[in-house]
Structures are given as structure tokens and as C-alpha cells.
């Protein structure tokens, strides 16, 4: 599986930008799928995550109610709308797929290259 992440760029505080995750491969449809974010010398953390049927998503506290992901199996992408941004949401983006949905990027098995996200005050 690869994964192909875009729709990072310069956003002011209190905007939007709109994340994609695009899968090639094979389908991904039987995978959960993750959005993980990485500032400079930190870890990589757990940002929003959806099951493979879509059913269920799951989001870390800081971006709850700014943040909605979701899935379109059909079309083997997985997005991710950012509301509200602020500026400690500044970091490089990354997608992820897995077995099953967790918090924890080691469960996942396949990553994309990352996309910058860069929130201006």
C-alpha cells in the first residue's frame, strides 16, 4: 500500500485547510486509518483515526469539535477537514494505515510521505 498525503499549506489562525490521503496499491478499505502529526523534535502523535468501515472514529482531545475525519472506500482516500485552526496545530501531517484503529503509530504498517501544515497567529 502506498499512501500519498497533500492539502498541507499556510493557514491563519481561526481558518481551515482540508487533508487527503490518497491509497494506491491495493485497496485500503480493510484498513483503519490514521492522521498523526510530528512538530520539530517531537514525537509523532496521534491526531484523528477512523475504522475501516468508518463507523468509528476516534480524535485526540486538542482537536475535537475542529477536526473531522473520514473515509470514501470507494475512492480509497481518507480526508481530514481542519476547523479552527490554531497555531500550535503547526506540523507535518502524516496519514497512516493499520489492522486496527489506534492511538499508537506503531500499529500502523503503512505511512505517507507527510504534508506541512503551517498555522499563522
Known amino acids: 500500500v502506498q499512501l500519498q498525503a497533500s492539502g498541507g499549506g499556510l493557514a491563519q489562525a481561526g481558518g481551515s485547510l482540508r487533508l487527503s490521503c490518497a491509497a494506491s496499491?491495493?485497496?485500503?478499505?480493510?484498513?483503519?486509518m490514521g492522521w498523526f502529526r510530528q512538530g520539530p523534535g517531537k514525537d509523532r502523535d496521534f491526531v484523528a483515526g477512523?475504522?475501516?468501515?468508518?463507523?468509528?472514529?476516534r480524535y485526540t482531545d486538542s482537536v475535537k469539535g475542529r477536526f473531522t475525519i473520514a473515509r470514501d472506500n470507494a475512492k480509497n482516500t481518507v480526508t481530514l477537514q481542519m476547523n479552527s485552526l490554531k497555531p500550535e496545530d503547526t506540523a507535518v501531517y502524516y496519514c497512516?494505515?493499520?489492522?486496527?484503529?489506534?492511538?499508537?503509530?506503531?500499529?500502523?504498517?503503512?505511512w505517507g510521505q507527510g504534508t506541512q501544515v503551517t498555522v499563522s497567529s
Open positions: 477512523i475504522s475501516s468501515n468508518g463507523g468509528i472514529t
Open positions: 497512516g494505515a493499520g489492522p486496527l484503529l489506534s492511538t499508537t503509530s506503531l500499529r500502523y504498517t503503512y
Open positions: 496499491g491495493r485497496t485500503v478499505s480493510s484498513y483503519a
